[in-house]
């Protein structure tokens, strides 16, 4: 078929027009090979300019289309629909970036000029190479798996769970509720904590699309999004149950840092110096005493424990310090708290306000440094540098430990198991860490809750709704899901069955097909960065929309 | 020598669709100037840059190579510039074994938050490009 390419050069308003001389760019490439039209026009991205464009492409029978324009991160979308809208295949199109990256980066116009007519020549190069790629639609199982069974897989659960979408819970310990159980309350209503939990148990109990396993493991997490294959093992059972999900939630939650790694504080040395989660613990049992049975006069919380170890500020250590401070005057109205911190942590709208009706009589918070904690007589003596730089001590019967928030033990082998990977401080790592802090890298794998970083109940609730909202969204019951069409493609008859491929593959998307010994790619599973076609020592690999042809014209317009 | 006929370097850039591109989009929308030398080429992952486009341009005559992609660890698809650095390692080497030109070609980690980044990197290796001169190969042949 004869190529008709139509270029169009978009003026963006002053933007480009003001930086590259238009005329002089319709000029240069007007009598080029193939192309039979050259416009300019205001604004493309328009809907007058996106009619404009739809009926040039009819009137002049455009085959291939150019726009000389903005990023493709900003409108290349915007023009693939166009393309459709005209009827021609959306790869048919390629856009050149002559303003990010031309316009906007000198104020020599003539040299401006000159990048935007070379980038306009690459993609005109390009583009006579494009192939027509065909949209791909797969079935998707709507159903999820949710890993934790804590605040943040039992309420993403409920949001999720529906007739056609079943819920698959699995939680490692023998019973529902994860970290919160724990807590007598929560901060700052003060409420008990059962009142966030209970109902939402009960619901569970109800909602017969949500089938619960306690005492369990994920033991293995194959496929891709909308078809992932599971496996999960409960302890004392030797045949793991299977099933199909669309998707996977990680709501796995944290654990407490280590204090064997901090022996400054003398945890396990001394009596009565307690974790943060014992404290909970002993508050929630009734009585706050020391190990003699008597009740405490004096107490030192000690927060950021941990903190220097673990490089990060685990950010819900001063609330729940504070609330502690709650608990002791509710119980020991008298009792002296002396708060040591480095830094007090209490953002947002309601936990300033929190913390000034906490403080007050026989409450004190001292800024201090090198926190080290010694038995003296009965009692614990606390020595510490102040914020003057003065070496001072204090003596306590009671001393708690904040400890810094870590990752589970199981993070790695998760991780592994879900093809996904670690990030800062060893928690789940998110897409982007602003734009899509419940997505992972891998599509249909989504993390929520202290997985992802140390959070308090109300941002794990928020995480958790979102990463349902994503699912909600994507998964939807008797809906095919669209897949990436840019895939790799393995040609059978250059492949040689070096396996090259699999080895460099993140996804697991390359198969070795033993009867015909060459790679095969899924091209469900496949996401396109070509790493496959770079490593094919025999160039059977290719990557659609980014073939060597392709890439090799647009090279030929840079050496020119 | 007078003004217009100044040297002007014709650079080829690898920019990952992820952070590289984004970050060079980023100079521009934050109007950094930078020499208008670089010929920018967009792939999806710095991965996809077969060596061959490296060897091929520098035969044909480009003045300079950069390739740039996301941070390691930043990988938009896990870990496709691990492999990147080693093969941009790889074809140093070879150009050094084989006396053409490596201080030609350069590997950048660049962010999309680093349009600074990008707009000084851009420049400096066009400087050094500058002092280099035209690459030799433009008029050998090698083949």
């Known amino acids: ?560 | 020598m007078k003004k217009d006929e100044e040297f002007m370097p014709r650079i080829l850039a690898f920019l990952c669709n992820w952070c590289s591109y984004a970050g060079a989009d980023l100079a521009g929308t934050s109007r950094l100037k930078y020499p208008p030398s670089i010929l920018p080429i967009r792939v999806m992952c710095s991965s996809r840059v077969d060596p061959l486009f490296i060897v091929k341009a520098y035969l044909g005559g480009i003045d300079g190579v950069l390739l740039a992609g996301c941070h390691p660890g930043d990988c938009h698809y896990e870990k496709g510039n691990y492999y990147t650095r080693r093969r941009f390692a790889l074809i140093k080497k070879i150009f050094e074994e084989l006396d053409m030109e490596a201080d030609r070609l350069l590997l950048s980690w660049i962010s999309a938050s680093e349009g600074p980044k990008y707009a000084k990197v851009a420049t400096e290796f066009t400087e050094k490009i500058k002092k280099l001169g035209e690459n030799p190969a433009k008029n050998k042949i090698f083949l």
């Open chain 1, 1 to 560: 078929m004869e190529r008709k390419i139509g270029v169009y050069v978009c003026e963006c308003g002053p933007n480009i027009a003001e930086k590259v001389d238009i005329d002089k760019v319709v000029g240069a490439v007007s009598s080029l090979d193939g192309v039979v039209v050259v416009e300019k026009y205001k604004l493309l991205c328009s809907a007058d300019g996106k009619k404009f464009l739809e009926e040039e492409i009819k009137k002049h029978g455009i085959t291939h289309l150019v726009i000389a324009a903005c990023s493709p991160k900003q409108h290349e979308k915007t023009f693939m629909e166009v393309c459709e809208n005209a009827g021609i295949n959306p790869y048919l199109y390629q856009l050149a970036n002559i303003r990010e990256q031309c316009a906007w980066i000198t104020e020599d116009k003539d040299e401006a000029t000159k990048k935007a007519i070379r980038l306009i020549k690459a993609a005109i190069g390009r583009v006579k190479y494009h192939s027509s790629l065909e949209k791909k639609e797969i079935e998707c199982n709507p159903a999820v798996l949710i890993i934790g069974g804590g605040v943040a897989g039992i309420n993403a659960s409920l949001e999720l769970a529906s007739p056609d979408r079943k819920i698959y819970l699995v939680e490692k310990t023998s019973s529902l509720g994860g970290m919160i159980t724990n807590f007598e309350k929560t901060y700052p209503s003060m409420q008990p904590s059962s009142h966030i939990l209970k109902q939402k148990i009960l619901d569970m109990d109800k909602n017969e699309n949500i089938q619960v396993f306690i005492d369990s493991n994920v033991e293995e997490i194959i496929g891709f999004f909308g078809n992932f294959e599971i496996k999960v093992k409960k302890k004392e059972v030797d045949e793991p149950a299977e099933f199909e999900v669309g998707a996977v939630m990680l709501a796995t939650g944290s654990n407490f840092f280590d204090l064997k790694k901090t022996p400054q504080y003398g945890y396990e040395k001394f009596d009565n110096i307690f974790t943060a989660l014992e404290f909970e613990k002993m508050n929630l049992s009734g009585e706050i005493s020391l190990k003699n049975g008597k009740t405490p006069r004096s107490v030192a919380i000690i927060h950021c424990v941990g903190r220097d170890e673990k490089g990060y500020c685990s950010e819900i250590c001063c609330m729940y310090s504070l609330k502690f401070i709650r608990y002791l005057k509710d119980k020991i109205p008298d009792a002296q708290v002396s708060n040591f911190y480095s830094d007090l942590c209490i953002p947002g709208k309601s936990y300033q306000k929190f913390y000034e009706q906490t403080k007050g009589k026989n409450v004190d918070f001292i800024r201090s440094t090198n926190v080290e904690v010694t038995k003296k007589e009965n009692k614990l003596s606390i020595k510490y540098i102040d914020e003057n730089g003065n070496k001072n001590s204090l003596l306590v019967d009671m001393v708690i430990l904040a400890p810094a928030i870590e990752p589970t033990s199981d993070v790695s082998e998760l991780a592994e198991i879900a093809g996904i990977s670690q990030g800062d401080g060893g928690f789940f790592a998110e897409e982007h860490e602003k734009l899509n802090p419940v997505s992972t890298s891998t599509d249909g794998v989504y993390i929520v809750g202290c997985a992802q970083g140390p959070k308090n109940i109300s941002d794990t609730i928020v995480q958790s709704g979102a990463a349902a909202g994503k699912i909600l969204a994507s998964l939807i019951p008797g809906k095919k899901m669209e897949i990436e069409v840019k895939t790799s493609h393995i040609s059978e008859s250059f492949c040689i069955g070096c396996k090259v491929c699999i080895s460099v593959c993140s996804y697991g998307a390359i198969t070795f097909d033993e009867a015909k010994k060459i790679s095969v790619v899924n091209e469900v599973i496949c996401r396109g960065c070509g790493n496959c076609v770079a490593a094919c020592p025999s160039g059977a690999a290719t990557s659609k929309h980014f073939t060597f042809k392709q890439i090799h014209q647009e090279l030929l317009e840079a050496v020119k």
